[in-house]
């Protein structure tokens, strides 16, 4: 089992592109969450997903950001126009037993 | 609302020894689960512990045990024999909900350097 897997692991972007960081969860497990880790907020839940269904995004900072789950397989979190306070390592992560499985993260930095 | 709160920002401790990372939460719900999770420097997070709030005995996995006190609203990550490997950032986390498909919120973190 390859775990949790997330694309890119970096990012580099100029101020009012659109990004897309990809997920590709563990499969069989239902639940989806994308984090975002900053120094000054920590991690905060963006918007989390069950069954493929979202349960709540109420953690999404604006309308620039969205993100969907079309199947059990693929999630994607999308900011367009991106700006430079979206600087940050987004995570995304399934539940595996009691706790959560992390991806290793996609640092993205928008200059 | 739910709330996780780690007070210390970093601590040391010498290589071989205990060290407790201390957690509080604010929570009106009755049923809710607690975690620790540590980040190394290299940056991926790490579930380490988990204890139910319906749980009795304090959970304990290998060197990390879960000093869970409910009346006081306490769960404090007690490592035991700290290696150097240790080093990390440590998250004190809650979830609401026995189950996995709710959310869960972080504390701010404890960074913890072990000394040779």
């Known amino acids: 089992d390859a775990g949790v897997i997330q694309s890119p692991r970096h990012e580099v972007t100029e101020m009012g592109q659109e990004v897309t960081l990809r997920c590709k969860p563990i499969s069989g497990h239902n639940s989806l969450f994308w984090y975002r880790q900053t120094m000054m907020r920590g991690l905060e839940l963006l918007i989390y997903?069950?069954?493929?269904?979202?349960?709540?995004d109420s953690g999404m900072p604006e309308d620039r950001f969205s993100a969907k789950m079309p199947n059990a397989s693929f999630s994607t979190l999308k900011i367009q126009p991106s700006e430079p306070r979206d600087s940050a390592v987004y995570f995304c992560a399934t539940v595996i037993g009691d706790g959560y499985t992390f991806g290793s993260g996609t640092r993205l930095t928008v200059v | 609302a739910q709330k996780i709160t780690q007070t210390q920002p970093g601590m040391f401790v010498q290589e071989k020894e205990a060290v407790t990372l201390d957690c509080t939460y604010d929570?009106?719900?009755?049923?809710?689960?607690l975690f620790w999770y540590k980040q190394p420097s290299s940056g991926e997070m790490i579930f380490l512990i988990y204890q139910g709030s319906y749980d009795e005995q304090n959970a304990t996995e290998g060197r990390y045990s879960l000093n869970f006190q409910k009346a006081r609203k306490s769960a404090n990550l007690v490592i035991s024999a700290s290696q150097l490997g240790d080093s990390a950032m440590y998250f004190c986390?809650?979830?609401?909900?026995?189950?996995?498909?709710?959310?869960?919120?972080f504390g701010a973190g404890t960074r913890l350097f072990v000394k040779a």
């Open positions: 929570t009106s719900d009755q049923s809710y689960g």
């Open positions: 986390a809650m979830r609401e909900g026995n189950t996995g498909g709710f959310k869960t919120i």
């Open positions: 997903f069950n069954n493929n269904v979202p349960i709540d």
